[in-house]
């Protein structure tokens, strides 16, 4: 096998034997034009727009690549995540979410997915992720999270661990209860 250079891709869909792909996602216009973009890749696509469509497809096909959106109408697309883990412990999983944050790429990768990709993600971003080599180091990013952002991160992150209790989050991060609840209704930093 020769060498691939740090943060390439090495793969593509034509070199898997099995390219099915399921995209697991309510937002309608942004799954279809992902599933027709992935197709013109090479994958072999299924859709679903929400939660128990997705487990469904998963149990009966389980897929050998998968994107997921986080948020779903009916629930988190983690449920699909475990079912898929559970009948396919070699399928390619990435999370697509609106809703990016440190404590939600942990639950996702935790649950089983290989990559965590913010929304707007455009189909050469999905393609990248579900083909790259596991062995390689991700290339850091080029706009790595400021010390604020990082702080934000980590008080929304034990704010989540603590099931969204303020006081009990202040109580575990010394903090007054009036400073979190400000920082808390704050937007994130960039």
Same mark, same amino acid.
């Given at each position: 096998?020769?060498?691939?250079?740090?943060?390439?891709?090495?793969?593509? +869909?034509?070199?898997?034997?099995?390219?099915?792909?399921?995209?697991?996602?309510?937002?309608?216009?942004?799954?279809?034009?992902?599933?027709? @973009?992935?197709?013109?890749?090479?994958?072999?696509?299924?859709? +679903?727009?929400?939660?128990?469509?997705?487990?469904?497809?998963?149990?009966? &096909?389980?897929p050998a690549?998968?994107?997921?959106?986080?948020?779903? *109408?009916?629930? &988190? $697309?983690?449920?699909?995540?475990?079912?898929?883990?559970?009948?396919?412990?070699?399928?390619?999983?990435?999370?697509? *979410?609106?809703? $990016?944050?440190?404590? *939600? +790429?942990? @639950?996702?990768?935790?649950?089983?997915?290989?990559?965590?990709?913010?929304?707007?993600?455009?189909?050469?971003?999905?393609?990248?992720?579900?083909? @790259?080599?596991?062995k390689l180091?991700?290339?850091?990013?080029?706009?790595?999270? &400021? @010390?604020?952002?990082?702080?934000?991160?980590?008080?929304?992150?034990?704010?989540?661990?603590?099931?969204?209790?303020?006081?009990?989050?202040?109580?575990?991060?010394?903090?007054?209860?009036? *400073?979190?609840?400000?920082?808390?209704?704050?937007? &994130?930093p960039r």
């Amino acid at each position: 096998m020769k060498p691939v250079e740090e943060g390439k891709k090495d793969q593509k +869909a034509a070199d898997f034997a099995d390219k099915s792909l399921l995209i697991v996602d309510d937002d309608n216009p942004l799954r279809d034009r992902l599933a027709r @973009a992935m197709e013109k890749k090479g994958f072999k696509v299924t859709q +679903a727009e929400n939660v128990d469509k997705g487990i469904n497809l998963a149990k009966n &096909s389980p897929p050998a690549f998968a994107v997921i959106d986080l948020r779903l *109408t009916d629930g &988190s $697309g983690l449920e699909v995540v475990k079912e898929i883990r559970k009948n396919r412990q070699d399928s390619r999983i990435v999370m697509l *979410t609106g809703y $990016g944050n440190i404590p *939600t +790429a942990v @639950a996702a990768v935790k649950a089983g997915a290989i990559d965590y990709i913010p929304k707007p993600a455009d189909a050469d971003d999905v393609e990248n992720a579900l083909l @790259a080599n596991p062995k390689l180091k991700a290339t850091p990013p080029e706009n790595p999270m &400021s @010390a604020d952002r990082v702080k934000w991160e980590h008080i929304h992150r034990v704010f989540e661990l603590c099931n969204r209790n303020v006081s009990e989050t202040a109580r575990r991060l010394k903090m007054h209860r009036r *400073t979190l609840q400000r920082i808390l209704s704050k937007r &994130s930093p960039r």
